[in-house]
């Protein structure tokens, strides 16, 4: 019995107070400031790309791995979801109708060919290497789509693990981090002009961060045809998710409605994917003034930085041992066939 006056004692039933999110997106803050400092002295990283970076060196560091693991991880686990949601939300202002339109028939149908080929591809090969949960389709969708935004979109449909998107999100983005070394290094063996080399990159290349980072090596030309053709493949992110979306509404019809009494039917689209479709159409009508476009993709980057970096703090590298040369084998394959596939494509429409 608890004596008169004292606080009794905690029991097993007693719910745990919720932990602040406070440290942990004061932590993603401070890792987005650090990775806008070094893609300012070096403007050939792109800040995407050094968000995560941070963010697997902040779960690993002594002393900052304790913050990460404890105190951290609720903002961190905040800002690599919710933040997320937001920034793709407002990638949408980065495509309208008329970009895509005047792409061409056939640039359209080839970026459509790539994405295929590369998504299916991926995915088989994922599941034939005996990668776990849903890997094999996160990482399909980032080398096809657009990187970490399309990982982050289609894990909140198939409520993948944090682990399963962290893991995706760090192969896709170290994977196109090679693209910026290396695809300028072929242009000129290849025999590709300034402006198939541009389309190349936006057919090839995963963020569009990493595309603007390979494409400028070539001059001002190759990068707008290539932002226009990664735009178009970041297009495809809604029809994507509806699909993953359809496909699971349907496997769980199949699997009989005892099985799935009580658990909530995934969405065919997810209200952030509306409101990325939302955006599109708000740029398409062309009455967003130029400088608040600018301003919402600033806005947009730093939301996907702090996202990134959550979602690099939530890889542990030691627990990876078991998968990593499966991991390191779907990566590299996936890169020479989203490559391989986006060059044929650029010589066959050029």
Known sequence: MALLGQRPRATATTPPRPSSPLPGLALAALGVAVAWATHALFPAVPMLTAAVVLGLAAAHVPGVRAVVRGRGKAGLSLAGKRLMRLGIVLLGLKLSLDDVLGLGWATVAMVLGVVAATFFGTWWLGRRLGLPGDQPLLIATGYSICGASAIGAVSEVTESEERDAAVSVALVTLCGTLAIAVLPLLQGPLGLSDAEFGRWAGASVHDVGQVVATAQTAGAGALGDAVLVKLMRVAVLAPLV?????????????????????????????????????????????????????????????????????????????????????????????????????????????
């Open 242 to 350: 509806a699909a993953v979306g359809l496909s699971l509404r349907a496997r769980s019809a199949a699997r009989g409605a005892g099985a799935t009494a009580g658990k909530r039917r995934p969405p065919v689209l997810p209200l952030f994917v509306a409101g990325f479709l939302g955006m599109v159409a708000v740029r398409s009508t062309g009455w967003v003034p130029g400088s608040v476009l600018d301003l919402a993709g600033h806005v947009q980057e730093l939301l996907l930085a702090a996202a990134l970096f959550g979602l690099g703090a939530a890889v542990d590298l030691p627990s990876l041992t078991r998968t990593g040369g499966r991991m390191a084998a779907l990566g590299l394959s996936a890169w020479v066939v989203v490559a391989g596939v986006s060059y044929v494509g650029v010589v066959l429409t050029a």
